[in-house]
């Protein structure tokens, strides 16, 4: 079996980083979507995921869980297909930027969550948020400034792939950045990567909801009813 599980496309930025690239790739494997918050969500992914999490590739015989891991196994598997830029340099550049957003950025996660078919009032710019904005705009900025664009490291690679969720933010809460950024952002959003899943983000008859009381989940309305 060769499958590849996924939370929302709409909403969960993990699980479309590791996609993105799976389907750079052009691998034929199953996709599931599990969709997150709902009752039932945790025993299903217990079934197949040890972490009851996604995003999980299954392949063959191996099971390969977090964005990452998946991605550096594509890259093993797959060492010509241009994963990663070619050159050392700026293949540890894209590494070392693509392990900061796995790891960092908490203020830009929790007061903007991806909502890739939604537009949102920009929330109160704190320091800290403001400060991670600031952060992702530089990193952007000086990849491009290095590679001469369109992407980050000049073709598409992963970093592309773990940054595309943060571009989706950025439109969906139209926060600050600069006219190189912006630039950027056109050029990952037109890739025909991220137009199919924009559209399938789109289709989705999930929803899922943010507040005090935390997370809620529920089907959109059906445009019969």
Request: proline share 7%; with cysteine; glycine share 4%.
């Amino acid at each position: 079996m060769r499958k590849f599980v996924s939370g929302n496309l709409n909403y969960s930025s993990w699980s479309i980083r590791a996609l993105l690239m799976v389907r750079y790739l052009g691998l034929e494997v199953e996709e599931e979507i599990v969709p997150l918050d709902f009752p039932d969500t945790t025993a299903r992914l217990a079934e197949i995921s040890p972490t009851r999490k996604v995003p999980l590739l299954i392949w063959d015989d191996e099971s390969i869980w977090d964005s990452l891991a998946i991605i550096e196994w594509l890259n093993d598997r797959y060492p010509e297909a241009g994963v990663w830029p070619v050159e050392p340099k700026a293949r540890a550049k894209a590494r070392a930027i693509s392990a900061e957003m796995h790891s960092g950025f908490p203020t830009l996660r929790r007061e903007c969550p991806m909502d890739i078919r939604s537009r949102h009032v920009r929330p109160e710019m704190s320091e800290a948020l403001a400060n991670d904005v600031l952060r992702v705009d530089e990193i952007w900025s000086s990849a491009l400034e290095a590679s001469g664009g369109p992407y980050l490291f000049g073709e598409w690679s992963a970093a592309d792939a773990v940054y595309a969720p943060v571009v989706t933010r950025f439109l969906t809460y139209d926060l600050p950045r600069s006219t190189t950024s912006q630039a950027y952002m056109v050029a990952v959003m037109s890739h025909p990567l991220m137009v199919e899943l924009a559209g399938q983000a789109t289709a989705e008859p999930w929803w899922i909801k943010y507040d005090k009381n935390g997370r809620s989940a529920g089907f959109r309305p059906s445009e019969d009813s």
